[in-house]
T-cell receptor, first 113, second 115 residues
Framework: AQSVTQPDIHITVSEGASLELRCNYS??????LFWYVQSPGQGLQLLLK??????LVQGIKGFEAEFKRSQSSFNLRKPSVHWSDAAEYFC???????????FGKGTSLLVTP | DGGITQSPKYLFRKEGQNVTLSCEQN?????MYWYRQDPGQGLRLIYY???????QKGDIAEGYSVSREKKESFPLTVTSAQKNPTAFYLC??????????????FGEGSRLTVL
């Protein structure tokens, strides 16, 4: 079965600084990978996804992620963080055989002035 | 607008009572899901359904029940057998059923508090 690890529970960055959120997955075949964002008390919104092809994927709100098979990673990046990016971020993995996504435990992002 | 509607947004329940959370989607999606979210635990799958009149247990199905009588509706009942029901519940749907995992579309969630 596939699984996801987000090593960082909380991350604090200054506004305007760059951001990288880590995600490692465990899955025997090529995974389907997703990043979602959640504002407090809200549902989840998809930032970006990777199914195949170019390993660098672009998403909404200026986010990007890179799939690295050799490291089993799918890290999320943003060159310059805005205060409105403060939220909880979830990495998720899916499978070809069709099943609900498995989510990591999330990383809470705090943005300081 | 197409989307997923969960109701109620907030719900309080006394111990020993069953409660049903509503989830309706007008996206014409085949598959629907219920996740539970607790602080620091991420999202854990309760039940999912890939087709009308069929559903499967997820990782934490004990104390919960669902039905899928209509394509657009997937209500979740939290029964008195659920030992720790206070949580944030998220409903989701996707276009894909029985095939590669697709993007999930989420509702805004229902927060259940047991008094």
């Amino acid at each position: 079965a596939q699984s996801v690890t987000q090593p960082d529970i909380h991350i604090t960055v200054s506004e305007g600084a760059s951001l990288e959120l880590r995600c490692n997955y465990s899955y025997g075949a090529t995974p389907y990978l997703f990043w979602y964002v959640q504002s407090p008390g809200q549902g989840l919104q998809l930032l970006l996804k990777y199914f195949s092809g170019d390993t660098l994927v672009q998403g909404i709100k200026g986010f990007e992620a890179e799939f690295k098979r050799s490291q089993s990673s799918f890290n999320l990046r943003k060159p310059s963080v805005h205060w409105s990016d403060a939220a909880e971020y979830f990495c998720a993995v899916g499978a070809y055989s069709g099943y609900a996504l498995n989510f990591g435990k999330g990383t809470s992002l705090l943005v300081t002035p | 607008d197409g989307g997923i509607t969960q109701s109620p947004k907030y719900l309080f329940r006394k111990e020993g009572q069953n409660v049903t959370l509503s989830c309706e989607q007008n996206l014409n999606h085949d598959a629907m899901y219920w996740y539970r979210q607790d602080p620091g635990q991420g999202l854990r799958l309760i039940y999912y359904s890939q087709i009308v009149n069929d559903f499967q247990k997820g990782d934490i199905a004990e104390g919960y029940s669902v039905s899928r009588e209509k394509k657009e509706s997937f209500p979740l009942t939290v029964t008195s057998a659920q030992k720790n029901p206070t949580a944030f519940y998220l409903c989701a749907s996707s276009t894909v059923a029985g095939g590669p995992s697709g993007e999930l579309f989420f509702g805004e969630g229902s927060r259940l508090t047991v008094l």
